[in-house]
């Protein structure tokens, strides 16, 4: 098997043909002809060739089959209503996640962000165990591989949202996850353009549980928008390899002022050995860090020039935001979340020093 960039540049081409190009352009299609009888390729809801060069590429990046999706919150949906509940979650697993785990009625259970709660709360009979590693935006990291022989040993699913890694730093379902989830609005697509999401099963079974539910609800991706996103997982690996590295530096600098940071990469992060384990040297794009105060997280964005303040994380230009404003995860007034993006390092030091030495 070839390296993960490697992979990423070429999944999901079609074979060289004289004359065509590397990807082919999107098909738009409500209809297709079709005479005779009934098939999958007969309507744009159910089938797009498209989509299917992108799901391709997506799967050989993830190690099982994979479908694509409107949205990362409607591959979760897609998720939760699949496979139903109980599910069992992390109190601190992205606020919005929380929130449809509870709107579908899925039995949503949440219990504090450690295996043995986690594990606790699934004795009870759970179907689901859902968690998000690293998580948004507390960075909370959890050893996969160890997590998922206990989830199976109660006989539950294991359901890993790996957004903020990518399945090129961290394969969930090798690592034995049975179901990977991933909002493709941030690294994966990376241009801060494209909202898209997927999902990839360890087994075809529950590939096709989750196919059967987006057939029939409808939460399908645009071909365009699936097709901007393939083009896109060819730099997957240098503009990753870049953010990390800069998210790193970051850490690092805000480490050294003295301030409370957390970056999965920092020898000092609770979860280092496991993220080091399990995210292949790419410790993700995010880091955080927690000010005196909203005032102070406040000035600090305004006292950025090359950092922009945006909500979402992945992107190419660095951004950053006092998540509490929000107000859907359990963090301090004065917690930022910085998303390193691919400018020089130096230049992203100096402009979020700078900003820290102004307050
Ligand atoms: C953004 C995000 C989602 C939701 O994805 P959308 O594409 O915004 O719908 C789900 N999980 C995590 C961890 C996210 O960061």
């Given at each position: 098997m070839s390296g993960?960039?490697?992979?990423?540049?070429?999944?999901?081409?079609?074979?060289?043909?004289?004359?065509?190009?590397?990807?082919?352009?999107?098909?738009?299609?409500?209809?297709?002809h079709l005479s005779g009888d009934a098939s999958p390729r007969g309507y744009g809801r159910y089938e797009n060739p498209t989509w299917t060069r992108w799901q391709e590429a997506l799967a050989a990046l993830e190690g099982g089959p994979a479908?694509?999706?409107?949205?990362?919150?409607?591959?979760?949906?897609?998720?939760?209503?699949?496979?139903?509940?109980?599910?069992?979650?992390?109190?601190?697993?992205?606020?919005?996640?929380?929130?449809a785990a509870s709107l579908t009625g899925a039995d949503a259970r949440f219990a504090p962000s450690d295996p043995a709660a986690l594990l606790g709360a699934a004795a009870a009979g759970a179907r689901v165990v859902?968690?998000?590693?690293?998580?948004?935006?507390s960075l909370t990291v959890i050893d996969i591989e160890a997590f998922a022989r206990e989830v199976h040993a109660l006989g539950a699913l294991l359901v890993v949202d790996g957004t903020l890694a990518t399945p090129l730093s961290q394969q969930a379902l090798s690592l034995g996850a049975d179901v990977s989830v991933v909002s493709d609005s941030k690294a994966m697509t990376g241009?801060?353009?494209?909202?898209?999401?997927h999902v990839a099963c360890r087994s075809e079974e529950h590939a096709a549980a989750i196919r059967s539910w987006r057939d029939a609800t409808g939460a399908i991706p645009g071909p365009f928008e699936a097709w901007l996103a393939h083009r896109s997982l060819a730099t997957l690996g240098v503009r990753l390899e870049r953010q990390c590295a800069n998210a790193l530096a970051v850490a690092r600098a805000v480490e050294a002022r003295g301030l409370p940071v957390l970056y999965p990469g920092l020898p000092a992060h609770p979860g280092h050995a496991a993220a080091a384990r399990q995210m292949g040297g790419l410790?993700?794009?995010?880091?955080?860090?927690?000010?005196?105060?909203?005032?102070?997280?406040?000035?600090?964005?305004?006292?950025?020039?090359?950092?922009?303040?945006?909500?979402?994380?992945?992107?190419?230009?660095s951004s950053a935001e006092r998540r509490a404003r929000w107000g859907i995860e359990p963090v301090a007034e004065g917690f930022i979340r910085l998303s390193a993006g691919i400018e020089d390092a130096d230049d992203l030091v100096a402009d979020v020093l700078g900003a820290l030495d102004a307050l």
């Open positions: 993960r960039s490697t992979r990423a540049v070429h999944a999901g081409l079609p074979a060289p043909q004289d004359g065509e190009p590397f990807l082919p352009g999107p098909t738009f299609a409500a209809p297709y479908l694509g999706f409107a949205s990362g919150m409607a591959a979760s949906t897609a998720v939760l209503q699949a496979f139903g509940g109980p599910v069992v979650l992390p109190n601190d697993t992205y606020g919005v996640v929380a929130k859902w968690i998000e590693t690293p998580t948004n935006p241009h801060s353009d494209l909202v898209l999401g410790f993700g794009p995010v880091v955080s860090f927690t000010l005196e105060s909203a005032g102070d997280a406040d000035r600090f964005l305004a006292g950025c020039s090359l950092v922009a303040e945006a909500t979402s994380f992945g992107g190419l230009h």
